[in-house]
């Protein structure tokens, strides 16, 4: 089922305008990457790591209820922040950034789904090129992303600021209303967390 679900996000990705995206169309590591709509009630910000099979899973599994509940029905917006806990994790990160706007939440699915794959591999990067190919980012994009100082660094300040301003030590972790919450949330930790600010 893995590949299927790899083929079907790929053909989404492919249908989308061809990359012209160098390093310099990669997006800025400051920019918040977010789903659901801007003027939402609540705004949830999710700290995830690429390589981290509880990100994967809440993802996988918790977020499609999630998403279905409150974000498609614009109760919810969900801000995405890296938290790179290793050097793959980190590296997936640039090349979801690498990919461009509408191209940065398919690859965190395909990253995530894949997970497995990629970052226990001899070779993550090589792994990572791999899925940049099938999702359109060239080989000289994507080491030209990996190479990007900015980009690179930019992504351990997420972490370092949700370090210092959410004492985020662990992924994924959920910053509502001001309040931390650490570990995947189901739909029922999530309902309880959000649905009292949307009284």
């Known amino acids: 089922a893995g590949?299927?679900?790899?083929?079907?996000?790929?053909?989404?990705?492919?249908?989308?305008?061809?990359?012209?995206?160098?390093?310099?169309?990669?997006?800025?590591?400051?920019?918040?990457?977010?789903?659901?709509?801007?003027?939402?009630?609540?705004?949830?910000?999710?700290?995830?790591?690429?390589?981290?099979?509880?990100?994967?899973?809440?993802?996988?599994?918790?977020?499609?209820?999630?998403k279905k509940k409150y974000i498609d029905t614009g109760k919810v917006r969900l801000v995405f922040r890296e938290f790179p806990l290793d050097r793959a994790a980190w590296m997936a990160s640039i090349l979801a950034r690498c990919s461009g706007e509408d191209r940065f939440f398919p690859y965190i699915d395909i990253l995530f789904t894949q997970q497995a794959v990629w970052s226990r591999a001899k070779d993550p990067k090589a792994e990572l090129l791999k899925l940049a190919r099938m999702g359109g980012v060239s080989d000289k994009d994507f080491n030209a992303c990996m190479s990007d100082k900015t980009l690179g660094d930019g992504i351990l300040q997420t972490r370092k600021d949700g370090q210092d301003k959410h004492e985020i030590n662990s992924t994924p972790s959920f910053v509502i209303d001001g309040k931390t919450h650490a570990g995947a949330m189901d739909i029922e930790a999530f309902s309880k967390a959000v649905e009292p600010l949307l009284k």
């Open 3 to 66: 590949m299927t679900a790899l083929s079907a996000l790929f053909a989404l990705l492919l249908g989308l305008s061809p990359v012209t995206a160098t390093a310099g169309g990669a997006l800025p590591a400051d920019q918040d990457m977010a789903i659901g709509d801007p003027k939402a009630p609540v705004t949830v910000i999710e700290y995830a790591s690429m390589t981290c099979p509880h990100c994967a899973h809440f993802h996988d599994t918790y977020l499609p209820d999630i």
